[in-house]
């Protein structure tokens, strides 16, 4: 499985909306910051790469999204 809900629904105590909301987010943040995040490799700036990695990082972990992780954190 690429994803697993265990972390959130843990700090959600059973909130379906705070569930959603936070999914709705990293639907909406996450591809725009994947992008930029590939935009500032290829020009090699890494203080953007650097930054962009550690703002995905929470959701990418909160989902528990860990194989994903390893391949963008490694």
Do not use: C, W
């Not at 936070?22 to 203080?47: C, H, I, M, T």
């Amino acid at each position: 499985m690429i994803y697993s809900l265990d972390k959130i629904n843990e700090m959600a105590d059973g909130d379906d909306e705070f569930i959603k909301s936070v999914v709705a987010v990293f639907l909406e943040e996450v591809p725009q910051d994947l992008d930029e995040l590939e935009k500032a490799l290829v020009v090699k700036n890494y203080d953007s790469v650097y930054k962009l990695a550690h703002k995905i990082k929470p959701n990418v972990d909160l989902l528990g999204m860990e194989q994903t992780g390893q391949l963008l954190f490694r």
